[in-house]
Nanobody, 121 residues
Framework: QVHLVESGGGLVQPGGSLRLSCAAS????????MGWYRQAPGKQRGLVAH???????NYADSVKGRFTISRDNAKNTVYLQMNSLKPEDTAVYYC???????????????WGQGTQVTVSS
């Protein structure tokens, strides 16, 4: 069984920084894409950023220049460094990964449990 476990959320003042981490565990053959999504109250879940296994990245326009996604393939871990945080960044952040494992014939999409990020003074 594959699990994604997130950490690093919390309360921060506007202009501050936070770093989220997400580690994949279990019997894993390959992790293709890892990413972060977020969902604010009353809104749909949307992409924040994702990174492929070769390091190619993609960001939502609203976070470009402020957030940086990275991954450590040896640790099956993805990070999201969030700088210059704004109140509108407040949301539950979810880790997502496309993973191949013995549990399924084809790569499967996995989600973490979510971590709250609150930006407020």
């Amino acid at each position: 069984q594959v699990h994604l476990v997130e950490s690093g959320g919390g309360l921060v003042q506007p202009g501050g920084s936070l770093r989220l981490s997400c580690a994949a565990s279990g019997t894993i053959f390959s992790i293709y894409v890892m990413g972060w999504y977020r969902q604010a109250p009353g809104k749909q879940r949307g992409l924040v950023a994702h990174i492929t296994s070769d390091g190619s990245t993609n960001y939502a326009d609203s976070v470009k220049g402020r957030f940086t996604i990275s991954r450590d393939n040896a640790k099956n871990t993805v990070y999201l460094q969030m700088n210059s945080l704004k109140p509108e960044d407040t949301a539950v952040y979810y880790c997502n990964a496309l993973i191949s494992s013995p549990a399924a014939l084809a790569p499967k999409n996995y989600w973490g449990q979510g971590t709250q990020v609150t930006v407020s003074s």
